[in-house]
């Protein structure tokens, strides 16, 4: 249970040590209505689907008017933002991506009464590597969708593999605010937070080329991606309200509110 430690002192401590941050709101001016694909660098590499800022909607982390509505009508959706910087040398190596999410057609089509199938992803990658350090992912099979985690092997010797993260399925909806806590220092996936509740973590990075050497392992963070596949065929989806976060190692933040701590005393 270390990790659930860890996880709150650097919620309570980002403040302190100086969190590099990148928020992106899709309102306007920045964002106008319509096709997010060549809007603040957005670029669309899958386009059989339809990603765009439409008004009416907003996600609870910031106020606004605006959000992304994602489609798969007609296939796979695939866009990639090219982030300003590696969250990693700029900020630390702890790494929180963070966001709201809607599954609009959860549990509300006829044809699938157990539930609507669907994957829906939104990831960091590593430019120069092409991979991502997990491969995190909402999927739904039936059910509702689930929080899950495509985790490595490395350096526990556990096969890689889709993780289940012990957060819940939703079957409304509504709007939820999801994270994913990551140390590339460690390599580890240490937390996913689901509506405020932390549901901490103690597996790997994925060793994507199954070699353990550079080119499979993710060591920066500065591609952003967001992607719907063709599963249902007319799946809708809001995403709204990116944080992306990077502190230092959770080491100096212990110790760092530590020596505060003794100096308040």
Do not use: C
Not at 44 to 50: D, K, P, V
Not at 180 to 196: K, M, P, S, V, Y
Not at 235 to 247: C, E, H, K, P, S
């Amino acid at each position: 249970m270390r990790h659930a430690g860890t996880v709150v002192l650097v919620l309570a401590a980002a403040a302190v040590a100086g969190a590099t941050t990148i928020a992106i709101d899709f309102e306007q001016p920045a964002y106008m209505p319509g096709p997010l694909a060549g809007q603040q660098g957005w670029q669309g590499l899958i386009t059989n689907g339809t990603a765009n800022v439409v008004g009416g909607y907003n996600g609870p982390a910031m106020p606004g008017q605006q959000a992304v509505e994602v489609k798969n009508v007609g296939g796979e959706i695939r866009l990639r933002l090219d982030l300003p910087g590696d969250l990693v040398a700029l900020g630390g190596p702890l790494v929180v991506l963070q966001y709201d999410i809607m599954n609009v057609t959860n549990m509300q089509n006829p044809e699938y009464p157990w539930g609507y199938p669907t994957t829906f992803r939104t990831r960091l990658y590593d430019a120069q590597e092409g991979y991502a350090p997990i491969g995190n992912m909402h999927y739904d099979g039936g059910g509702g969708p689930a929080n899950q985690a495509w985790v490595g092997m490395e350096p526990d010797g556990d096969p890689a593999g889709w993780d289940p993260d012990g957060s819940p399925a939703w079957t409304d909806p509504n709007w939820h605010t999801v994270a994913w806590t990551l140390n590339f220092q460690t390599r580890e996936f240490l937390a996913i937070t689901f509506d405020g509740v932390v549901y901490p973590h103690a597996t790997w990075f994925a060793d994507w080329n199954g070699g353990g050497t550079a080119g499979g392992i993710a060591d920066s963070a500065d591609w952003l991606e967001l992607r719907l596949f063709a599963d249902g065929g007319n799946d809708i989806w809001m995403i709204d309200n990116y944080v992306l976060t990077a502190t230092p190692e959770p080491t100096s933040l212990l110790l760092l509110a530590l020596g505060m701590l003794l100096r308040r005393r």
